[in-house]
């Protein structure tokens, strides 16, 4: 197979898999869903690939919908470990070391951490867990806002000047401006469930005015996948009752409307879901 159909075949194959979660948070289809996945695919290491890219939200319909792990399902997330080995160490986050690999390792141990929750729900996520006994380990570090202070008392519509510019502004002191700093959050959108804890949950709840001009702008450009990642940390920050500077549900319904696929489906779904678990 060449390295072009790979990697098409691999990204039907996540496609397929979001369909098949959103589904099941829906309440559509049956049991095992990711181990029928792997099962009827003409290509299984494709599958189970997608099992990695889909990552952490193959449990939203366990999180969020209160639907059983089937064990089938655990043991197809654990071969996608097996046949996908994560690194034994997690490596460093930017800048020290590359984004990506560190993006990853975030997002592999978030799916280790609730492989392990939804086959034993005693089993807290996070720290405080068992983190020794994933799959994958935790990394260090989250996504620095360069001025926290600036992001959090600046008003959201003075910085929107550039929305339609394409513009990809630098880094201004140790970490990156709130535009790019909101789209790394989106990168890690996956983390954004409940069950999970850790220093990415705390860079969200420190600074949801960044986040709402993040998602804000995202939409102005009309990036409505990276919209709808970054409005899920809004979304999650609002059903734990951390105050937020705009209502995400109006962003959700926008989104919804605007359709996109199901990777995108599934984000708005699992964001709408979290709203509707909202605490008082």
Same mark, same amino acid.
Request: glycine share 10%; with cysteine; aromatic share 4%.
């Given at each position: 197979?060449?390295?072009? !159909? ?8 996540a496609?397929?898999?979001?369909? !098949? ?17 792997v099962?009827?695919?003409e ?8 099992i ?27 071969q ?11 490596p460093p ?6 984004a990506?690999?560190?993006?990853v ?5 978030a ?18 867990g068992?983190?020794e ?43 990156t401006d ?9 990168q ?12 990415v ?9 960044a986040l709402?001009?993040g998602?804000? !702008? ?20 609002k ?8 209502d995400p ?20 779904a699992?964001a709408?879901r ?7």
């Amino acid at each position: 197979m060449s390295p072009d !159909r790979s990697q098409t075949a691999y990204a039907e194959s996540a496609a397929g898999l979001a369909s !098949r979660a959103l589904d099941a948070l829906q309440g559509i289809g049956g049991t095992a869903m990711v181990a029928q996945h792997v099962e009827r695919a003409e290509d299984p290491k494709a599958a189970l690939a997608a099992i990695r890219v889909v990552g952490a939200d193959l449990f939203a319909p366990c999180l969020l919908g209160g639907a059983a792990l089937h064990p089938q399902d655990a043991a197809a997330v654990a071969q996608s470990f097996a046949v996908f080995p994560p690194a034994l160490s997690p490596p460093p986050p930017p800048p020290e070391g590359a984004a990506e690999p560190w993006l990853v390792a975030w997002r592999d141990w978030a799916t280790a951490a609730l492989l392990a929750r939804c086959a034993d729900p005693a089993e807290p996520a996070g720290p405080g867990g068992a983190d020794e006994g994933l799959l994958a380990p935790r990394p260090s570090g989250a996504p620095v806002l360069a001025d926290i202070a600036q992001a959090t008392a600046a008003g959201a519509g003075a910085d929107l000047a550039d929305a339609g510019s394409g513009t990809r502004p630098d880094a201004t002191g140790p970490g990156t401006d709130w535009r790019q700093w909101s789209v790394r959050m989106g990168q890690l959108s996956t983390l954004a469930l409940p069950g999970l804890a850790g220093p990415v949950h705390d860079a969200a709840r420190a600074a949801p005015l960044a986040l709402a001009r993040g998602a804000t !702008r995202a939409v102005l450009r009309r990036d409505f996948p990276t919209a709808a990642r970054i409005v899920r940390w809004l979304a999650l920050l609002k059903a734990e009752s951390v105050p937020v500077p705009l209502d995400p549900a109006p962003l959700v319904e926008h989104l919804r409307l605007h359709g996109g696929g199901p990777r995108l489906a599934l984000d708005v779904a699992i964001a709408g879901r979290l709203l509707a678990t909202e605490t008082s």
